[in-house]
């Protein structure tokens, strides 16, 4: 679609939008407006920690509208998405690392004609590409940064045919060269022809991208080093999380044949953090496919670990796993990508590490 | 269970009974099977795109739009799938088809197909919703079946869900289609569902002579895309003069393809409940005179987004539809307690105490 220009609206019938956003500021006039007024008999609780800290807390939240950190008591949440136009980007420091994150809705107008005709070039886009969405992890001693955005990631798209196709392909193509054969004495009324059933559309439509963040140095400091392991021990127990944030990147919806979603998300402790980017792919009744990267830094030993995992199967064989626990609804499973990663085939791991 | 009654249920967002639910299916069975697979209607009509379950949305699209009998309403599909009330939206339409009949008409969309509704949410959310079996969920789709595919807005405006088919040439190739079974794969009435617009004003290497303005195979290997030339095509050869449909999100709740000549009409804002993007009512006074009322998502769906950050609580929530209810519940206790002139602090979103209070509630996963 490479016209997507909005005719001015014609005059008749009210802007709702206006309507809505006057509503929410009258709203939140009022609620302001009841804050100051004293109350006899409510009191703010006074804050209890459980224990004392046995360590002063080393982070510095950098969070313009979420409430401020006090004893590792809260977790650090994006605030919901203000009426205003505040531009609210959380983010926490530990030591020389900071970590930031930023979610918006997907592109407009505007910004998809420019990443069509521009910035990607050649590729149709998906349908919601979060494009001002990111994750950022930065040192800022060492100069040092790695970065999660939509753009990045459809770079690594590929221009040219998958050749992956939807379940019912071969049955519609020959269905259409019969009809072409039967219909061959009036070619003239029918505006398909045997060139028309090539697909001429270069590109992945499957979105399948094996990006691995975007690193702020020109050459990257990962090393290979395939015996390095995550630290699940570390990462499994339960330290209390003082930064978290979830978000998409991109998503197809494959018109209605499956899923294309690039999905990141981040969780910051006190001394190391973890970011899983998955990109995870169904095509319904044919394949199923998830491409894992993870993240890992500890930052007292300014340490970095990227483990790259590739998980595919066929649909039926992972749908058969499901169907062997007796549910009722089988393809609820194959909507839940951690469910697939668990019962689909690794076929590649990778492992990077960096050690400043 | 009358249908004013039913109707008074259904706008609080309450379940009907499961047989209840079948009665009516088996009403507007008896309704729509007389009506042909292309209704003709005249203006003023509203029409309406994709829902996807969105039902707050809808209530909202009744409040701006106006309400069924005081408005004219043309839904294009897919009503179900993906939004967390699949049921209560394609109930209230059901209803709402039953107690007006000549004032709100139902096209089918590609969602409204038992394949498609096993994979999407439709099915599992019936489940959820109804104990665990299946039987709403085969009454709905045995409905679905018998929605018409096209209408005709003052004989000059087409409208369907997806898009046109090179099987189709005039309107009578669409009477004589045998609608009443599932989609099909391929052929005209898959094409009318599923079929999307192709701008191409670049011509290139691959196809110099401009056949991108025709049908084309998509990528995926099945299904058409469709150019300008073959809308020209169709609009000349059954004397109208524009296309309006859906089944595609527009960000700004509409787009526009060949200067007008096809329209898409996009009624889900915030779609899936974290896209951000706006959505539309087509406003059709007459045939040469509409507007595009471009809205946001109800202020119902910024509740349940601020406790359900991502999916797995999204089918948690689906799985908790007592706490769903609770959840409104007390969304409008708050505002009615607001109205006794109480004052409670706590209700500045942007004070410390709230957000304090809101962000130890906000999902965090120890995922791995």
Redesign the interface.
Known sequence: ???????P??S??????Q??AAREMHA?T???R??P?P?SG?T?PSVQPTAAPATPPRHICNNP????C?HC?????P????TLPLEDNPSISINDWTISSRK??????QE?DIWENEKLKGL?LP??IFGNNYIRIENSKQHWSIEFNALDALKEVQLQ?SGI??A??????N??KR?NSTNGAQRF????ND?????????D?TYTTRYKGTESSPESKFRLDNDQKLP?DK??V?DK?LF?D?M?LFEDE????GISILNV?I?VMNERL?L?SRFFLRV?DVLVRVYDTRIYVEFDENVVIRESKEFEGKYQDVLAKHRLSQS??P??A???SNWVAQNTPMIKRQCEIIQF | MELDECLERLYKAQLLPEVTVRALCFKLKEMLVKESNVIHIQTPVTVVGDMHGQFHDMLEIFQIGGPVPDTNYLFLGDYVDRGLYSVETIMLLIVLKLRYPSRIHLLRGNHESRQITQSYGFYTECLNKYGGNSRVWQYLTDIFDYLVLCCIIDDEIFCVHGGLSPNVQTIDQIKIIDRFREIPHDGAMADLVWSDPEENNNPTLDHPDNSGQHFQVSPRGAGYTFGRSVVEKFLRMNDMNRIYRAHQLCNEGYQIYFDGLVTTVWSAPNYCYRCGNKASILELYSKDQFYFNVFEEAPENKLLKENSMNDNALEDSISNPVANRKLIADYFEDDSASADGSTDPEMYIFSDVYQARSASNRHVDYFL
């Open positions: 679609m490479s016209k997507r220009n909005t005719p609206l014609r008749s019938g009210i802007n709702t939008i309507i809505n939140q009022v609620r302001a009841r804050m007024m109350t409510i703010t509208n979420n409430p401020q006090l008591g809260s977790v650090i949440i605030s919901p998405r203000a918006k809705p997907i592109l407009n107008s998809l149709t349908e919601m045919d196709r939807v019912y392909s071969n049955d519609w193509i269905s259409k009809q009324t029918n505006d398909v060139d028309s059933l090539n697909i001429i559309h270069k590109y439509w699940l990462l499994a339960h999380i978290y979830d998409i494959l018109a209605d044949n998300k969780r973890l899983l319904d009722h609804d393809k609820a194959l909507r839940d």
